[in-house]
């Protein structure tokens, strides 16, 4: 069964680098991230250590074309 795990934002932005994402510039407590190669953007919350909601987390995949599987790689 695939469960979304509990996450931080800094956890997510070192499996986004590590596909190629770069951070372009931040608005706020949000980060924004882009990749050259496909135009993709991808906003993520940073809000210190606290762990990234579940569909904040599903959405964040979606912007990035992430699978579930693939971010449990990388992390």
Do not use: C, W
Request: no cysteine.
């Amino acid at each position: 069964m695939n469960h979304f795990p509990a996450v931080t934002a800094k956890e997510v932005i070192k499996a986004l680098k590590q596909i190629g994402f770069y951070e372009h510039h931040q608005k706020g407590s949000h980060k924004i991230f882009k990749r050259d190669s496909d135009k993709r953007r991808v906003v993520i919350p940073f809000h210190g250590g606290s762990t990234i909601p579940r569909k904040t987390l599903k959405a964040i995949l979606l912007d990035a074309d992430l699978s579930l599987e693939k971010l449990k790689e990388l992390l």
